[in-house]
């Protein structure tokens, strides 16, 4: 079986300052994960995602994340945080079982302060 | 360019109508899937489809119906069954191996008037 959870419903940072949008995992199997963003009133847009390859993945606009089986943790982060930033994100995890749905987080909504 | 396309952006409802929200996708994906958002619950699955005229339930399936005539199509259905419709519908697509990750749609707001 599968979950996932997104620590935080709410983060605020100012613009400038770095961005950490935190994830875990569980899974059966190696999973795969990704980071969705969505803006108002859209679709999601995949981030980026990993797949058993490297670690430390890097995405569009800046995002990256890191895989830590360790930890079992997948934390989206930013170095510097942009007005448009402002959105929803979502952490995701699937796994090639065919048991297993994919799963999604129940978001994250990062506010940027001015 | 390759994509999926939902129909009406915005809908209107009145009490105990039925309504079809569109869903076309070009990108030969075989697996489709209907998601309802409403705030603070994340997304939540209705219905899926892993290959033509064949669909499964998901976790809120009830009040809901669908079809898979084509490939490339996913029409959902919002009964007046369906007790509290009023939310944010998302239509997605994969490869059968949904693993891989999604492609969304830009989505459907449904309101009840």
């Known amino acids: 079986a599968q979950s996932v959870t997104q620590l935080d419903s709410h983060v605020s940072v100012s613009e400038g300052t770095p961005v950490l949008l935190r994830c875990n995992y569980s899974s059966s199997y190696s999973p795969s994960l990704f980071w969705y963003v969505q803006h108002p009133n859209k679709g999601l847009q995949l981030l980026l995602k990993?797949?058993?390859?490297?670690?430390l993945v890097k995405g569009i606009n800046g995002f990256e994340a890191e895989f830590k089986k360790s930890e079992t943790s997948f934390h989206l982060t930013k170095p510097s945080a942009h007005m448009s930033d402002a959105a929803e994100y979502f952490c995701v995890v699937s796994s090639p079982s065919r048991d297993d749905k994919i799963i999604f987080g129940k978001g994250t909504r990062l506010h940027i302060l001015p | 360019d390759g994509g999926i396309t939902q129909s009406p952006k915005y809908l209107f409802r009145k009490e105990g109508q039925n309504v079809t929200l569109s869903c076309e996708q070009n990108l030969n994906h075989d697996a489709m899937y209907w998601y309802r958002q409403d705030p603070g619950q994340g997304l939540r699955l209705i219905y899926y489809?892993?290959?033509?005229?064949?669909?499964q339930k998901g976790d809120i399936a009830e009040g809901y119906s669908v079809s898979r005539e084509k490939k490339e199509s996913f029409p959902l259905t919002v009964t007046s069954a369906q007790k509290n419709p009023t939310a944010f519908y998302l239509c997605?697509?994969?490869?059968?191996?949904?693993?891989?990750?999604?492609?969304f749609g830009s989505g459907t707001r449904l309101t009840v008037v």
């Open positions: 997605a697509s994969s490869p059968l191996e949904g693993w891989r990750g999604y492609t």
């Open positions: 990993y797949t058993s390859a490297a670690t």
């Open positions: 489809s892993q290959i033509v005229n064949d669909f």
